[in-house]
């Protein structure tokens, strides 16, 4: 800390003392006074400040000397004659004071000194004391400071905290949640606080913590992020969740408090917003160490006024002893005795006059120091040859003091004149911290005589004080103020009708709208913008900035609280005009539907998309309609394929009579392709899907993200897998952009289906791995995953291991489908019984994924449904029972041969031809595996052909045709290879591959050792 006159500067928390006051300064003024502090007694000119502070913006030297000004405020310096601060006319300033480093005492006894204000409060005190003392040893603690308004809450927040700052290494943060829109915003005096602890004394340290801890956090930061940092950023916090940010934070602030302790402060708790609350109640229950104190204040009644969820909380931590309460009583008659003592040091007021405060005042200190403040301005309290006395008698005093600080607030505000009663009631309108700027529009009064008038209300200690410069985003400045009370806003603001009330709040509402550029500043300011919209009856702005006000909670993964504020919106959709009503309510619903998707609730999200669906319906606007219906099909899709392909028809059949070929070919193609996935593979539908496909591409459009990726996935599943890719990466995040994390897993599944098939395992593999890892970073089930995981350990004949995923993936008991991982299980589950040669079980695994009782539809179950049938083939013919084999080999071939895919075509001739192979049916098995090798020839589908050339190897051989059988056996070698090195080389599951018999009798040992390895791998 460093100490010039009575002040003291303490850089690690940015903050101005005066003995043991908090002297309010802006953040960028006291970045100006500690650059001129930090270069003392030698000039610094304009430029330097300007390049030191606001590196790389612009911003005009006026704005420099507006802060100068704010800093003599704040140090009572004057301009003529300056004890501190010397303007060098065109030049710029020196600081001029001496300076000297004040070390830092122990913190053990907290010592008052002489120019602390502060009365009582001794055992408050020494709690927070012994608190700290406990968390500086490690034990975290959460201490709630309550009271009733004005009873002296941040008053000794404020001197614990002026405590605290001595101790070395000490970092102290402070949130002020706020009332009205503070509510409605997730996380906000977290942010605040976070935000701070970022841009103080060791703010580098912070931000390379939320970047190794908590991401999610980081992303909330944008000025923290290089451009460059934001893709992986993006990639690190796809489909993060609350709890992932939730344990995030407490994972980064404990990392941060293990050699630098911290005190974090939220104020006024009583308008807290939920999410805040969640952390408050993850911080306390953690048990790590960390040497934190969560210091939280509220007024206990409010917070049962307004039912919140804190005093069940509070109560909660309380029973299990992970919170201390400090309640604040009213001060005593001697304390005010002692208020009073200090106040007017060497005066000479009688002794009852503390008694008369005390009756009228009950204690609250802020009733307390308003009443005296008032006796002062009347003159009842008089400076008289340098000491201070009553100028009349207690008793005649006594009858004219208003009964409740309400009153007197009221008194003093009437006794303003006009122009300043109007100033504050357009501030009261606008919060407790206010510019000149926000409020010029509501009143008639030129800026600069609103500044003038507030100024003077400041320096006369009347309702607000002076906090410095607001800049603002259009470049210019404007002086801004706070209520010195948050009671004297509400009285003024109280006794303003509805109607006028109203109407100033729709000013100040559409002069805030006036600096936003859409985008940005307007998402950052929703919360705000639609409180005065909706406080100024302008519903469709409220509705507007409500929807804005959900996407911010949304990009903090608080979905709940997103469903809530679209919930409200959803409520004063009957207030707007009757012309947009519906069309607002639709996308409200579409919003709320996505929300439940994202917090995997998927029945909710169905049913909010059908009542969007229902209510277009009902209005006429079809498009809208058009729009739901699709919706349906993503929640649908997981939960009841039938009923998303009812919704995607009906979405068809309604845009064919719209007129507008674009929706209909989006929707043709949607409803075509989700048939494909979901139902069954038809001729028809793959072929409306390409017309479909072809219409769009006329009309240059490449159709909504789901859309999309539905086209991916029938690409795949027709053998285009490089068309296919192409699609699907377009969704992998790469850039800037803010990424969907439900189109980027249909991304990646469809990825993974793509890549098997052209023998790309290792990729898939990694694929799954990362997905894995972010999963677990969320606290998300990494199911998506281990199903996919499942299907490549059968493929590389790693049975067990495969059981073993999808076992774990069923046991978790999950809410979401397990169609999909239950099959992949059966099959995996059928081949390890072959290799065992249990065929009764094997058979009786391939038969359950056939039977529609027990495998449900899914999507691509079809898929499935072959790939099991197959499977049982496999088992007859190595039963010996051919002619079972061959009937369901043929009845394989037949509904493969239904699909497009080159996969299922080529398994299904190569497994007839292995058949009459077997049978010796030389004639039957040429053609066969002859109708194989021409599917590899069309389509390069190596996870097929190995498999096909080892039977073509084997024909060749049995007709002693030793040329063209090594010509077979050497191509199924090149594509194992392939797959096998496209592995790490000391990947098991590599060596899991090479080593199955299959695979071992065709690759020779020398390629084996020759194998290089996988570009990966090096
Ligand atoms: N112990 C004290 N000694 C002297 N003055 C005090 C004391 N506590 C509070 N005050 C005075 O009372 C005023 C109101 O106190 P403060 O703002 O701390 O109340 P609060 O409990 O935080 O109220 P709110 O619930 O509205 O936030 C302060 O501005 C300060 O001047
Ligand atoms: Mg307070």
Known sequence: MRRFGSFRLDPLNQCLWRGEQRVPITPKAFDVLRYLVEHPGRLVTHEEILEALWPQTYVNQEVVKKYIVEIRRVLGDRHDRPTFVETLPRRGYQFVAQISEEASPGLSALPLDGENR??????????????????????????????????????LVDVFH???????????????????????????????????????????AIV???????????????SLVKTEQREALQRQILGATRERMLR?????????????????????????????????????????????????????????????????????????????????????????????????????????????????????????????????????????????????????????????????LEVQFDQLSRPEQRILQSASVVGERFSIWSIATTLDIAPDQIEELCEDLAERQQFINSTGIDELSNGSASARYEFRHSLYRQVIYRRLSDARQAKLHRRVGERLKSLCTPGRREQELAAELALHFERGREYEHTVRYLMLAAENAAGRFAYRDAIQLLQHAL????????????????????????????LGAMADSAKAYAAGAARAAGSGLRSAQVSALASLMRPFGLIDPDQGITAVDQAAQVSTSLGDPLLLARTQMLAAGCRLLYDAWREEDAAL????????????????????????????????????????????????ETSDPMAYHLALGG??????????????????RTGKEIAAKNGNDPWLFNFREAWLRTLVFDFAGARRLCEVIMRAGAEYPTGQPETIA?????????????????????????????????????????????????????????????????????????????????????????????????????????????????FEVPMAAWLVHATAWDLHSRAKDDERAETHRACAEAHILTIANSFARDEPLRQSFLAAAPVRRIVSNRKLREAPPSAHAL
């Open 826 to 938: 059966r099959v995996a589950a059928g081949y390890a019984e072959l290799e065992r040669r249990n065929y009764d079980r094997a058979l009786e695994y391939f038969a359950q994924v056939g039977d529609p009782r027990i495998t449900r539809k899914f999507y691509l179950h079809w898929f499935w449904r072959m790939t099991a049938r197959l499977g049982s083939s496999r088992v007859w013919l190595e039963s010996g029972n051919l002619a079972n084999a061959r009937r369901e080999a043929e009845a394989s071939l037949q509904s493969a041969l239904a699909t497009a895919d080159p996969y299922l075509h080529a398994l299904a001739w190569e497994m007839k031809g292995r058949i009459a192979i077997a049978e010796q049916d030389w004639d039957a098995a040429c053609q066969s595996v002859g109708r194989a090798l021409a599917v590899l020839e069309e």
């Open 248 to 408: 995030e934070v407490c994972e980064a602030l404990e990392a941060v408090t293990a050699d630098h302790p911290l005190v974090l402060v939220f104020e006024d708790l009583h308008w807290v917003d939920s999410s805040t609350l969640d952390l408050i109640s993850a911080l306390a229950r953690r048990r790590e160490a960390a040497k934190l104190l969560l210091l939280c204040t509220y007024r206990p009644v409010d917070v049962a006024l307004s039912k919140s969820p804190l005093k069940g909380l509070k109560q909660d931590l309380q029973v299990r002893r992970l919170c201390d309460e400090i309640g604040l009583d009213r001060l005593e008659e001697s304390e005010i005795a002692q208020y009073l003592a200090i106040e007017f040091a060497g005066g000479n007021l009688p002794a009852d006059l503390a008694n008369l405060i005390h009756r009228h005042s009950g204690g609250n200190a802020l009733f307390m120091v308003s009443l005296v403040q008032d006796m002062v301005k009347k003159g009842l309290i008089v400076q008289d040859r340098g000491a201070w006395r009553l100028s009349a008698p207690s008793e005649e005093i006594d009858p004219g003091v208003p009964e409740t600080l309400q009153r007197m």
């Open 118 to 155: 502060i009365v009582g409060r001794e055992a408050a005190l020494a709690g927070l004391a012994s608190a700290l003392d406990r968390a500086l040893r490690g034990q975290r603690q959460v201490v709630f400071v309550t009271g009733e308004a004005g009873i002296g809450k941040t008053t």
């Open 689 to 736: 899907c390409a017309s479909a496909q072809q219409a769009m591409h006329r009309l240059g459009d490449l159709g909504p993200p789901y859309h999309r990726l539905i086209a991916g996935y029938v690409h795949a599943l027709q053998g285009r897998y490089q068309e296919a890719v192409g699609i699907f990466d377009a969704f992998i995040p790469k850039t800037d």
């Open 751 to 768: 990825k993974t289906v793509a890549l098997l098939r052209m023998g790309q395992f290792g990729e898939v593999l990694r694929i799954v």
């Open 162 to 204: 002026q405590h605290a700052a001595h101790h070395p290494n000490m970092r102290i943060a402070r949130g002020q949640c706020v009332e009205g829109f503070g509510g409605k915003e997730a996380y906000y005096p977290v942010l605040e606080a976070i935000g701070q602890m970022t841009r103080h004394g060791g703010g580098g």
């Open 208 to 222: 390379q913590a939320l970047a190794r801890l908590a991401p999610t956090w980081l992303i909330q930061f944008p």
């Open 571 to 598: 409520k004063l959709v009957p207030k707007l005009a009757s012309g947009t009503g519906p069309e607002r309510e639709i996308q409200i619903l579409e919003l709320i539907g996505d929300a439940h998707y994202a």
